[in-house]
């Protein structure tokens, strides 16, 4: 292994997302904070005012609702980024009546 790395993501630039799937991605961005928060938990991190890798604390260890906007963002892009990316790739998505 060399260490270089070089991310490729595939090009949604050109994917729109319906007013029903931009709804969506809150959910999905709230739903990715807490796998990610439970996955912390599981592995003995806790709440703390900052993030200290050795003492395994961190201040995102709150409700989705409870974060500084950035975080939430951060969230965000990754719902939005999924959801382009499977309508790119030439899935559909939709809601059951």
Partial sequence: MTGEYTPSPIDTSD??????????TEEMAR?????WAAGR???GWT???ARDD???TNPCLVDYGDLPESEKAYD???AIQTLKLILKLGWTIEKKP
Avoid at 16 to 24: D, G, N, R, S
Avoid at 31 to 35: R, S
Wanted: negative net charge; charged residues 35%.
């Fill in 54 to 56: 050795q003492a395994k």
């Fill in 47 to 49: 709440y703390g005012p």
């Fill in 76 to 78: 965000r892009d990754t």
């Fill in 31 to 35: 739903n990715v904070h807490d796998v």
């Fill in 15 to 24: 994917i729109v997302l319906t007013k029903e799937l931009e709804e969506l």
């Fill in 41 to 43: 938990l599981n592995d």
